[in-house]
């Protein structure tokens, strides 16, 4: 019989990861409700929310690399920047979004380049 019943080697932790979620939706509208200069406020939010999503799945064990990840998720970003940029009047919330996905992009080869070795 166990001394200590109901607990095992592996303690299951909190996660991190809502938090950042939470403040990437929060700086992406502040970037997009100031506007002008505060627009780069809002591309980090973006990243912020991004970076997080490709976190959440790692830390899943949902993929191994995070270049793949990162590519995907700039990339549905940025379609959808690019999206809104054409289709609707809201030019701020386009533009921050499309930044986003297109830094995300961007990052996702750095990062293939680092998990390949050269960098």
């Known amino acids: 019989m166990e001394e200590q019943p109901g607990l095992s080697e592996r303690y299951v932790t909190a996660s ?8 990437g939706l929060v700086l992406t509208e502040t970037g997009v409700f100031l506007g002008g200069a505060a ?24 993929v191994r690399t995070l270049w793949g990840t990162s ?3 700039g990339a549905i970003a940025g379609t959808a920047g690019t999206a809104l940029l054409v289709f609707t009047p809201y030019t701020a919330r386009a533009l921050t979004i499309a930044g986003g ?19």
Do not use: D, K, Q
Not at 39 to 46: A, C, D, E, S
Not at 101 to 119: D, I, R
């Open 16 to 23: 991190p990861w809502p938090l950042f979620v939470a403040l």
């Open 71 to 73: 590519f995907g998720v």
């Open 101 to 119: 996905g297109l830094v995300a992009v961007l990052g996702a080869v750095a990062l293939f380049l680092y998990e390949s070795g050269y960098l």
């Open 39 to 62: 627009l780069p406020i809002g591309v980090g939010g973006v990243l912020l929310l991004e970076a997080s999503i490709v976190g959440i799945m790692r830390e899943s064990g949902y």
